[in-house]
C-alpha cells in the first residue's frame, strides 16, 4: 500500500511539474509528526520546486525527512492557492 501512496504522489508531482501548478504539503493522520514534516506543513511552492529540492513524501529512503518518508502519511496535494512567500527558502531551512 505504501508504494501505491509512493508512486501516487510522484504522479502528481510530474503531472504538477509540466502543467506549472503548485502544491501544499499537507500533514497525514499520524500521531506524532517529524520535525521535517512539521515544518513543511501548509507550504505552498510551485511543483518544480519540491522537485528540484527533492522532497516527497511518503517516498522511500528520503534523506531530507526526518522520518525518512515513509513512516507518515503526509502528502503534496494540487492546489490553487498562491505560492508561499520565500517557499524555496522555506523548504530548504525546514530539511536542513
Known amino acids: ?3 501505491w501512496n509512493e508512486a501516487y504522489s510522484q504522479a502528481m508531482l510530474l503531472i504538477r511539474s509540466e502543467e506549472g501548478g503548485n502544491l501544499i504539503w499537507k500533514l497525514g493522520q499520524t500521531e506524532q ?3 521535517t514534516c512539521a515544518n ?3 507550504i505552498v511552492a510551485r511543483a518544480s520546486e519540491w522537485e528540484v529540492l527533492d522532497v516527497h513524501p511518503q ?3 528520503n534523506p531530507h ?3 525518512g518518508g515513509w513512516r507518515c502519511d503526509c502528502s503534496l496535494s494540487p492546489t490553487d492557492q498562491r505560492r508561499s512567500a520565500d517557499a524555496y527558502g522555506r523548504i530548504e ?3 536542513l
Open 1 to 3: 500500500a505504501n508504494k
Open 33 to 35: 509528526h517529524c520535525t
Open 40 to 42: 513543511l506543513d501548509g
Open 59 to 61: 517516498g522511500a529512503d
Open 65 to 67: 525527512l526526518e522520518c
Open 93 to 95: 531551512e525546514a530539511i
